[in-house]
C-alpha cells in the first residue's frame, strides 16, 4: 500500500485481509477520509447491495439451479424473478382503485426486503414510492435515486432525533401515533423551510383478530377513542400542517370484509374532522405459503375498490394533493424471491433423517420462529436441475447454526440425496431483513433470472 496516497494495489485487500492489523488498518484509513458516519452508510449500501454482477441467462428456477451449482457450489442463494417482480406491480397497479389512478400510491414497504436490485426493478416497474420506517431505510432508498417525495416515513413512535434526520433528506409525510410523536414533528415543522408541504398522518388502529400478525396492541390509537383522533388532526391542522389518516389491518390477513371495515372507519374519522389530505390504508395483503388462503387476491380487491368508491367522497378527502396510500411488503415481494440451500449431509437418528442444510432460523428462516410457524413445503431440486420426485417422507431440517432449536420439522421427498436443494417459493419478505449474522455466516447472496 502506498501510504502517502492511501492507494492499495488491486488485490491487496484479498490477500491480507484476514490479518488484523491490516483490517484495522483499512478502516482507520476509510474512517479518516470518509468519516463515521459514511463509514456507516458504506456499511448499509454494502449489506442491502447482495446480488451477483450478472443476471442469470435463465428463465426458469430449473434452468438456474444447474448454473449457481456449478458456479457457486455449497452456497444458499436467494433467485429474484425479475420479470415476475415487474409484472405482479403492474398487476397491483391496474387492479386496486382503476377509478382513482391519480390520487392513489402503491408505495413499497421497505422493511420486508430493501435489496438495491429489488428497490430498482420496482423503480423500474413503476412502483409509487417507498415507505420506510427509518432513516437508514429512507437513506437506502435515497441511494437506489428515490427522490425525497417518494419516500414516506410511517414508524409512529419516532424518536426526535429519527425524525430530524428523515426531514432533513427531504421527506415531507410522516405518521404518528402518540402525543410526543406528534408534538415532535409539529415542533421540526417549524424548522423547515417549507413547512407548509409538512404531511402528518394519525395512525389509528382497527381490530383484526383474523390477521397473523395483527397491528393493533402495538400501534394506533383504537378508532374508538374518536375524541383523541379529532383532537390530534385539530392540532395538525392548527399547527399549519395537513393531517391524514394512517391505518394497517395486520399482515397476512385473512379476511377482505377487514379492509371495508378499516376504509368505513377512517372515512367516518376524516368526515367528522372536515376532511384530511390523505389516507394511508397500509400493507396487509397475504401470500400463499402454505397452499391454502381462503381469499384469492381478486377478493381483497374487490372489496377495497368497492368500499373506497362508496365512502371516500368528497367530504373525506379535501383540499390539494389528495392521496390514497397503500404500502405492500409481504404481497409486494414475497411471491418473487426463492431460495435455494444445498443439503450437506444427512444423518438417521431414531429412524429420521436429519438434514444438514445451510442458513437456518437465525438467518432465512427466522420468520418461522418470530411467528411460530412451521416450515412451509419446500421442493428438493437436483444439482441438474430436475425436481426430486419421491414419496414425501418426515425429516429434521438442521440448521448451519449452534443453537440446538434451529430445527424445523418437514416432508421431503424420498429420494433427496445430499448435494441437492431445498427451495423455498415466496421466500421474499421478512426473510433476509429478520436474519442474523449469528456465528458469523452472512446473509444470501441474490441471483437475477427471467430478467
Ligand atoms: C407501517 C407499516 N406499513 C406497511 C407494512 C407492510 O405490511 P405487509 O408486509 O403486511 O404488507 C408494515 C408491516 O409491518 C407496517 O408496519
Known amino acids: 500500500m502506498d ?112 435489496q438495491a436490485a429489488i428497490l430498482q426493478t420496482m423503480r423500474e416497474a413503476g412502483i409509487g414510492g417507498f415507505d420506510c420506517a427509518s432513516s437508514n431505510e429512507a437513506d437506502t432508498a435515497l441511494m437506489q435515486g428515490a427522490p425525497a417525495e417518494d419516500i414516506y416515513y410511517n414508524f409512529p413512535k419516532h424518536s426526535p432525533q429519527e425524525l430530524t434526520s428523515v426531514l432533513q433528506k427531504g421527506v415531507r409525510y410522516v405518521t404518528v401515533d402518540t402525543a410526543e410523536a406528534l408534538a415532535g414533528a409539529i415542533k421540526a415543522a417549524r424548522d423547515l423551510p417549507d413547512a407548509e408541504n409538512l404531511r402528518i398522518a394519525v395512525r389509528i388502529a382497527v381490530k383484526n383478530p383474523d390477521a397473523a400478525m395483527p397491528m393493533e396492541e402495538k400501534f394506533g390509537i383504537p378508532s374508538d377513542e374518536n375524541g383523541r383522533i379529532r383532537e390530534m388532526l385539530k392540532t395538525i391542522r392548527n399547527s399549519g400542517g395537513r393531517p391524514g389518516i394512517c391505518v394497517h389491518v395486520g399482515s397476512q390477513t385473512q379476511d377482505p370484509e377487514i379492509y371495508r371495515k378499516a376504509i368505513e372507519t377512517v372515512a367516518a374519522l376524516a368526515r367528522e374532522a372536515g376532511g384530511v389530505n390523505h389516507i394511508n390504508l397500509g400493507g396487509g395483503l397475504p401470500v400463499d405459503y402454505f397452499g391454502v388462503i381462503p381469499h384469492p387476491p381478486e377478493d381483497f380487491f374487490r372489496e377495497i375498490n368497492e368500499a373506497v368508491e362508496t ?36 444423518e438417521i437418528k431414531d429412524g429420521l433423517p436429519y438434514l444438514n442444510y445451510a442458513g437456518g432460523i437465525h438467518n432465512t428462516l427466522n420468520g418461522l420462529k418470530v411467528h411460530g410457524w412451521p416450515m412451509p413445503p419446500a421442493d428438493v431440486i437436483a444439482p441438474d436441475g430436475a425436481k426430486r420426485q419421491g414419496k414425501k417422507i418426515t425429516c429434521v431440517l438442521s440448521g448451519e447454526s449452534c443453537n440446538p432449536a434451529d430445527m424445523l420439522q418437514a416432508e421431503i421427498p424420498s429420494d433427496t440425496a445430499v448435494g441437492d436443494y431445498l427451495k423455498l417459493a415466496n421466500a421474499g419478505a421478512y426473510t433476509d431483513s429478520y436474519g442474523s449474522h449469528f456465528n458469523g455466516f452472512t446473509l444470501p447472496l441474490y441471483a437475477l433470472y427471467n430478467t
Open 3 to 114: 501510504k502517502e496516497h492511501n492507494h492499495f494495489e488491486e488485490g491487496e485487500f484479498l490477500t491480507d485481509l484476514g490479518q488484523p492489523k491490516k483490517i484495522a488498518e483499512i478502516r482507520g484509513i476509510l474512517r479518516k477520509i470518509l468519516g463515521e458516519g459514511t463509514c456507516q452508510k458504506l456499511a448499509l449500501a454494502l449489506m442491502n447491495d447482495r446480488c451477483l454482477p450478472e443476471a442469470l441467462p435463465a428463465k426458469t428456477i430449473e434452468e438456474a439451479v444447474p448454473q449457481l451449482a456449478e458456479r457457486y457450489p455449497g452456497t444458499p442463494l436467494n433467485l429474484l424473478n425479475v420479470r415476475g417482480l415487474k409484472s405482479g406491480i403492474t398487476g397491483l397497479k391496474d387492479n386496486l382503485l382503476p377509478g382513482k389512478k391519480t390520487i392513489c400510491r402503491i408505495l413499497y414497504a421497505m422493511k420486508a426486503n430493501s
Open 311 to 346: 365512502h371516500i367522497s368528497d367530504d373525506v378527502l379535501t383540499g390539494d394533493n389528495q392521496k390514497i396510500l397503500f404500502e405492500f411488503g409481504r404481497f409486494l415481494i414475497a411471491p418473487h424471491v426463492h431460495w435455494i440451500s444445498p443439503i450437506r449431509s444427512m
